[in-house]
């Protein structure tokens, strides 16, 4: 069964709409201030809350490794979505570029400053864990010519709604969990910056793309 056309435009171009928000969400600002150096980007949130007062002393318990999964989501749905065969994706040039993007994607998330003992490092082990899903299946996507089975097609789609759900949810609750620390640092109130609101938008819209895409597989009789 193909999907109408007008359907699968939709999909396409809520999951377009929503890996371009995944992107705003790890290179753009959560705290905007007027000095860039003080400027507090996606990408960097990860590292910074764990120098926090509060998170050094013990008294407030961050899991930062869920900051990195919008980037995670972001290597991940492009390396998933290179494996949709027709009709979603027709030519293989098209499925080769996305899990060519997915491979930067992926090494971004390399810890600052790495060498081959930071892999050792226990508070690295949850990214290097991350690093090697992401570029497994970027390298998958770019050796695998497409999925043809109709449930095949719908177990990657409902696979990237949940995780594009989690990369949504997860680091906006840190955040809330973290944001009066950042603000006794920075002594004014911050609100939410446009990178974090390009992770809501964007999760949410690869979120609906992602499950309208499972929704298309289903079977012809349902």
């Known amino acids: 069964m193909r999907p109408p056309p007008r359907q699968r435009l939709l999909a396409r171009l809520l999951l377009l709409l929503g890996s371009i928000g995944l992107a705003g969400a790890t290179w753009g600002p959560w705290v905007a201030f007027a000095s860039p150096g ?34 995670f989501t972001l290597s991940v749905g492009l390396s998933l979505l290179s ?13 080769l570029l996305l899990a060519l993007l997915a491979v930067p994607c992926a ?25 090697i899903v992401a ?10 010519p497409g999925w043809r089975q109709r449930y095949g097609r719908q177990a990657l789609a409902i696979l990237l709604a949940v995780l594009a759900l989690a990369a949504t949810l997860l680091p906006l609750w840190q955040w809330s ?20 609101w390009a992770l809501l938008l964007g999760g949410m819209a690869l979120t609906a793309g992602a499950l309208l ?7 012809p009789d349902a």
């Open 107 to 131: 090494l971004a998330l390399l810890p600052p400053a790495w060498s081959p003992a930071t892999f050792g490092q226990a508070e690295f082990q949850p990214q290097i864990r991350m690093l």
């Open 177 to 196: 969990r973290v944001r009066p620390a950042i603000e006794v640092v920075y002594q004014r109130s911050s609100s939410l910056g446009w990178g974090g």
């Open 38 to 71: 003080l400027t507090l980007l996606g990408i960097d949130l990860a590292e910074y809350v764990k120098f926090l007062p509060e998170v050094r002393s013990g008294a407030l318990h961050v899991a930062r490794e869920q900051f990195y999964l919008p980037l």
């Open 213 to 219: 895409l499972a929704w298309s597989e289903r079977a």
């Open 83 to 95: 494996l949709l065969g027709a009709p979603w994706l027709h030519y293989r040039p098209a499925r």
């Open 135 to 144: 570029l497994v299946l970027a390298l998958i996507g770019l050796l695998t």
